[in-house]
């Protein structure tokens, strides 16, 4: 009721940053001052200014700092802020989630922020949705760092381990999210303290803040360990799948979330596997790869969802219009979407350990960030993080004209209608940016532009290393430039090119047009594409053209509507059309924000249960309890271990059996748990709460945990020799990963809503159990 309330009257979540105009305004009186310091003595200005101002702390930002912090911008970069970055810093040290236009400096406003912090004496993360901003920002911003003497670096995907360390212990870290995850991971299955990278989490400046903390928070960051378990049976259950035909043997949910086979595909694959029941507690991995084959053909886009590029399967992160390197699908998937290509088929893997992007961000006991579009999720900023928002307004009037959508009847109306209006804008020189949404339609309006003697730059998951010269170039004379996904591609795009030398001639053509291909599920998503167009108060046009045949559409718009659009067809007038397009992506918004809350909850016990196991490994990893529990239970075999060697090697090796052991209960709960989950949405069908029952049952199976992990540690040393004991972890048969890899994970591979969860287990219940169609 609160959050509705707030809703009602424009209020949710969000604050307003006008008592801080005041502090800028006094910054701008202290410029003389400012300038008049030596480079040698901006530093201890600053410092002066955060013990002055801020009582130690940078939170409270005073005239005096942003003068400082003002003046290094305008030494190091060339760059006077504008009152209206200085704003955003002031903000950003305040506590706040900033909206802040796209092109209006978000990226100076986050570094001052970042060095006023570091000053201080805090360790600051900035967080980027991808390797290429975190270096560009790290690279572009690093004479501000380095003129007020603050250490920063960056690291990506490629960062080998080592350097990672020493980069962590840096005042300012530019990295992807993912990739921080990821070392908090790794960390977590360590054998020794000197290995940690010891991502220690203190302040975190998030761009892209509501990409990040909203639209990606539900994913789990999933690492993987290396298996011995070969892949059997995944390339007959591929050549089962491929005699299949739609409609008959399958069936695709309407929102193509998921896809099922039908009693007669069931007949059918039983016949051909020699009158089998696959319903049989025998036949259950035999099913579960052929409904893995049949997901993989289905419903798993080849230049949609992945690329085969050098004989090998790379998966495209959607959210980021990238490749996302070192990354399988998980649970046999990967090696069902290998069989469909032909492919050396990979094993399966171990999951070692998840983190969600969100219980990730709230680790960090300082956490801010800023993007183009915040006040929409202002309230869920509010819920899930405890983040109050507010908006910077723009140092100069928008001038942007957004012209009305078009909705066309199909993709191939719609494919000639971009052809047409991109064709009408090139002529006159105006540069044109398409952005759409997957590697196959951006090659596809490629095509057909470059059929028309078109000359066109293509920047997709392909060739994303190329998009800072691509995106740059995208506002020059007659430039036509097709993208997917430019959410967190960061580079400004400049009328009359990277220099802007030929910026009036472009700006009086009406600047830069951005022409829109179909919908995405978040009106943020559109706007963040709309506001490459009419940047810092330049001219801009924006046009979009919808089909109704669109994923969008099609999986969210309700029956009656779909109805609507088959019955009358052309007939429909454009402002109904326009109605359900809208109706539509309003409920693509809705089942993101019911599945953000279904994943917080479900995710609640596994959070807890990881903080206890890892608090524990903790200790036992600096050398605490494992003495202690191993003489409670094998005391005689300890001390003749500790006879035949020293008490140093046996403590050590106590040491690394309990922390395998743990390690190894972890992972089977974790596997527990996951299939508890997969299931859990029956309870429903017996009327009752599936998240009470999950966290009662996971509740449950988590008592004993550590003592299970101590008793088959003794177990393992009462049984070992001394030779054992002294030659490691593999003489006693404990065998850890020899690689890791990440996993891909959207909230539910296989699955979707608790809705639909339980119509299909109600139907199949019907159906196979009581005879009922």
């Not at 009305?404 to 971009?418: E, F, G, M, T």
Request: glycine share 8%; aromatic share 4%; hydrophobic share 45%.
């Amino acid at each position: 009721m609160k959050r509705w309330l707030a809703q009602t009257l424009g209020e949710a979540g969000t604050v307003s940053f006008e008592p801080l105009r005041a502090r800028v305004a006094d910054a701008r009186a202290l410029e003389a001052w400012a300038t008049a310091l030596s480079d040698a003595d901006l530093r201890p200005a600053a410092r002066a200014a955060i013990d002055r101002e801020g009582h130690g702390t940078a939170r409270a930002a005073g005239a005096g700092l942003l003068a400082v912090l003002s003046t290094a911008a305008e030494r190091a970069l060339g760059q006077r802020p504008f009152d209206e970055q200085l704003l955003a810093c002031c903000a950003l040290l305040s506590g706040n989630a900033v909206e802040l236009d796209t092109g209006e400096g978000k990226t100076l406003a986050g570094a001052l922020a970042a060095t006023a912090f570091a000053v201080a004496g805090r360790q600051v993360h900035v967080l980027s949705v991808n390797d290429y901003l975190a270096r560009r920002d790290a690279e572009w911003m690093r004479p501000v760092y380095d003129l007020l003497g603050v250490s920063s670096g960056w690291l990506g995907q490629h960062t080998p381990g080592a350097g990672r360390r020493e980069l962590y212990r840096g005042d300012i870290l530019h990295a992807p999210v993912s990739e921080v995850g990821y070392d908090v991971l790794r960390d977590r299955f360590v054998m020794a303290v000197a290995d940690r990278v010891a991502a220690r989490p203190d302040v975190a400046i998030v761009d892209e803040a509501d990409a990040v903390m909203i639209d990606e928070a539900m994913a789990p960051l999933v690492l993987a360990g290396s298996s011995s378990i070969a892949p059997d049976g995944v390339a007959l259950a591929d050549m089962l799948v491929r005699e299949l035909r739609a409609g008959e043997h399958y069936a695709v949910d309407d929102d193509r979330a998921t896809v099922s086979l039908t009693d007669a595909g069931i007949d059918a694959l039983e016949r051909r596997l020699g009158g089998v029941n696959l319903y049989d507690v025998v036949q259950a991995e035999t099913l579960t790869r052929i409904n893995l084959a049949l997901h993989a053909h289905v419903l798993i886009v080849r230049d949609v969802d992945y690329l085969v590029q050098d004989g090998a399967i790379t998966l495209i992160n959607a959210a980021r219009g990238r490749v996302a390197e070192h990354q399988r699908w998980p649970d046999g998937l990967q090696a069902a979407l290998e069989a469909k290509e032909e492919l050396p088929l990979s094993s399966p893997g171990t999951v070692l350990d998840s983190l969600t992007v969100q219980d990730l961000l709230r680790r960090y006991p300082t956490l801010v960030g800023m993007s183009g579009t915040i006040l929409p999720v202002a309230d869920e900023l509010a819920e899930f993080y405890e983040l109050p928002s507010g908006r910077v307004e723009r140092h100069l009037p928008d001038r942007r004209i957004d012209l009305a959508q078009r909705v066309l009847p199909d993709d191939a109306a719609r494919l000639s209608a971009v052809i047409d209006e991109v064709r009408l804008r090139h002529r006159t020189g105006q540069p044109v940016l398409v952005g759409t949404q997957s590697v196959a339609e951006s090659e596809r309006v490629a095509a057909a532009l470059g059929n028309l003697d078109v000359a066109v730059r293509v920047l997709n998951a392909r060739n994303d290393a190329a998009e800072a010269s691509i995106i740059a170039a995208a506002g020059e004379f007659g430039a036509v430039t097709i993208s997917t996904q430019m959410s967190g591609r960061g580079t400004d795009i400049r009328l009359g090119g990277a220099d802007e030398h030929d910026h009036a001639r472009v700006a009086g053509l009406g600047g830069l047009v951005v022409v829109q291909v179909g919908r995405y599920p978040s009106r943020r998503l559109d706007a963040q594409l709309r506001g490459r167009a009419g940047r810092q108060g330049d001219p801009g046009t924006t046009v979009t053209f919808v089909s109704v045949q669109d994923d969008l559409v099609q999986a969210h718009a309700p029956a009656h509507l779909l109805a609507e659009i088959a019955r009358h067809g052309p007939g429909l007038d454009a402002a109904r059309l326009d109605a359900i397009v809208d109706q539509a992506q309003r409920i693509a918004e809705g089942v993101r924000r019911d599945r953000h809350r279904d994943t917080w909850d479900f995710t609640r016990a596994i959070a807890r249960q990881r903080h206890t196991v890892l608090a524990e490994r903790g200790e036992v990893l600096d050398g605490q309890h494992v003495h202690e529990q191993l003489t409670a239970r094998i005391p005689a075999k300890l001390a003749e271990l500790e006879a035949a060697l020293s008490p140093e090697i046996v403590a050590r090796a106590g040491r690394d059996v309990v922390l395998w052991c743990l390690d190894e209960h972890w992972c089977d709960h974790l596997a527990m748990l996951s299939e508890l989950r997969d299931g859990i949405h029956l309870q429903a069908l017996a009327g009752l709460n599936p998240r009470d029952e999950f966290h009662r049952i996971a509740l449950r199976r988590f008592d004993g945990f550590f003592a299970r992990a101590y008793d088959q540690a003794a177990d393992v040393l009462r049984r070992a020799t001394p030779e054992q004991v002294a030659s490691g972890l593999t003489q006693l048969g404990l065998r850890r990963p020899s690689a890791t890899w990440t996993y891909m994970v959207r909230e539910n591979p296989l699955g979707g809503s608790l809705s639909r969860a339980a119509r299909t287990a109600g139907r199949w219940f019907r159906s196979r159990v009581l005879g009922i169609e």
